[in-house]
């Protein structure tokens, strides 16, 4: 039997027979794996110490609800590990490199959007392109491999042509960033859909998680000055429905048309049936399990919606 029908046996399924991201045995995997990460970042070279706090949150893990997703599950063994080593935000200096590299970019590929015959579709592909700075899941990344892949290849799922269409039915777009450094992209793709005479408001992180965006990033950038900066009230990855404000909920559930950026947002939202056909995702496929929910292939960068 071909593997990927051999995990299929482990996946969730809704009630319309579509598959859902929950939180499976291959997560566990990554959610220590990420620990041993934010260690590292922070400068901790005791090994007696990270298998101490490994330990820990293998203990820890026991008790997760597998039924949630794993945007939740990760954020618990992140905020626990934050709490082990004493560090509330181990990647505060790693952002502001990645922030500050973007920044490089920014002309140039600001310029590349003013001579493309089709600026809005490139603006997308440069901000998904920004989606492979995720330090949770990789320490390194190559920033321009990304870029030319994006621009390149484009989109294995391509829902363009109906954004456009929904695009001309409002005024504003609500869109949900994801990491420092990324922000820089999205900020070309808000640029353009000003241009184009759209509101835009960006939502970023309430406290630092990982290399997320957070209110600090957005003003560093600039992102201030070109669209309405929100946090969604929350430190946990992705769209935590039980963690976030009031005002986001409101905001979420009141858009017309949203973009989704990067992978926890997706799969938080993917299965909400208050974004269905309004939520557009956009982002680099990092894991198999996120792949198969998307009907897409691990490394792929898609935009679609559901």
Same mark, same amino acid.
Request: with cysteine.
């Given at each position: 039997?071909?593997?990927?029908? &051999?995990?299929?046996?482990?996946?969730?399924?809704?009630?319309? /027979?579509? #598959? %859902?991201?929950?939180?499976?045995? *291959?997560?566990?995997?990554?959610?220590?794996?990420?620990?041993?990460?934010?260690?590292? &970042?922070?400068?901790?070279?005791?090994?007696?110490? &990270?298998? +101490?706090?490994?330990?820990?949150?293998? *203990?820890?893990?026991?008790?997760?609800? %597998? +039924?949630?997703?794993?945007?939740?599950?990760?954020?618990?063994?992140?905020?626990?590990?934050?709490?082990?080593?004493?560090? *509330?935000?181990?990647?505060? !200096?790693?952002?502001?490199?990645?922030?500050?590299? @973007?920044? $490089?970019?920014?002309? /140039?590929?600001?310029?590349?959007? !003013?001579?493309?015959?089709?600026?809005?579709?490139?603006?997308?592909?440069?901000?998904?392109?920004?989606?492979?700075?995720?330090?949770?899941?990789?320490?390194? =990344?190559?920033?321009?491999? @990304?870029?030319?892949?994006?621009?390149? %290849?484009?989109?294995?799922?391509?829902?363009? $042509?109906?954004?456009?269409?929904?695009?001309? +039915?409002?005024?504003?777009?609500?869109?949900?960033?994801?990491?420092?450094?990324?922000?820089?992209?999205?900020?070309? #793709?808000?640029?353009?859909?000003?241009?184009?005479?759209?509101?835009?408001?960006?939502?970023?992180?309430?406290?630092?998680?990982?290399?997320?965006?957070? &209110?600090?990033?957005?003003?560093?950038?600039?992102?201030?000055?070109?669209?309405?900066?929100? %946090?969604? /009230?929350?430190?946990?990855? /992705?769209?935590? #429905? !039980?963690?976030?404000?009031? +005002? =986001?909920?409101?905001? #979420?559930?009141?858009?017309?048309?949203?973009?989704?950026?990067?992978?926890?947002?997706?799969?938080?939202?993917?299965? *909400? !049936?208050?974004?269905?056909?309004?939520? =557009?995702?956009?982002?680099?496929?990092?894991?198999?399990?996120?792949?198969?929910?998307?009907?897409?292939?691990?490394?792929?960068?898609?935009? =679609?919606?559901?």
């Amino acid at each position: 039997m071909p593997m990927s029908l &051999m995990i299929n046996y482990y996946y969730n399924y809704n009630q319309k /027979g579509e #598959l %859902t991201v929950r939180s499976y045995i *291959d997560c566990v995997y990554c959610y220590l794996k990420q620990a041993v990460s934010c260690m590292k &970042m922070a400068g901790i070279e005791d090994e007696k110490k &990270m298998h +101490e706090v490994i330990y820990e949150l293998m *203990d820890y893990v026991k008790t997760f609800d %597998t +039924e949630v997703t794993p945007a939740e599950n990760s954020s618990r063994v992140l905020l626990k590990a934050y709490e082990l080593i004493g560090i *509330d935000d181990p990647y505060k !200096e790693i952002k502001k490199k990645s922030n500050d590299l @973007a920044l $490089e970019l920014y002309n /140039g590929l600001k310029q590349k959007i !003013e001579n493309s015959d089709d600026r809005l579709y490139d603006a997308l592909k440069i901000a998904v392109a920004g989606n492979v700075i995720d330090l949770g899941i990789n320490r390194s =990344f190559d920033i321009h491999e @990304a870029l030319a892949h994006s621009m390149d %290849t484009g989109f294995s799922i391509d829902h363009y $042509e109906l954004f456009r269409k929904k695009l001309e +039915e409002v005024q504003e777009v609500l869109l949900l960033g994801d990491n420092s450094g990324e922000i820089v992209f999205d900020k070309l #793709l808000v640029e353009e859909l000003t241009r184009l005479g759209k509101q835009v408001t960006y939502v970023v992180k309430g406290a630092p998680i990982l290399n997320d965006a957070t &209110m600090e990033d957005a003003l560093y950038v600039g992102m201030d000055k070109v669209a309405r900066v929100i %946090t969604n /009230g929350s430190k946990y990855l /992705g769209v935590c #429905l !039980e963690r976030v404000s009031e +005002e =986001f909920i409101n905001t #979420l559930y009141n858009a017309n048309l949203i973009i989704s950026k990067g992978q926890a947002n997706f799969e938080s939202l993917e299965q *909400d !049936e208050n974004v269905r056909g309004k939520a =557009f995702f956009l982002l680099k496929i990092k894991c198999e399990c996120v792949a198969d929910v998307a009907g897409a292939k691990l490394g792929d960068v898609v935009f =679609f919606t559901k």
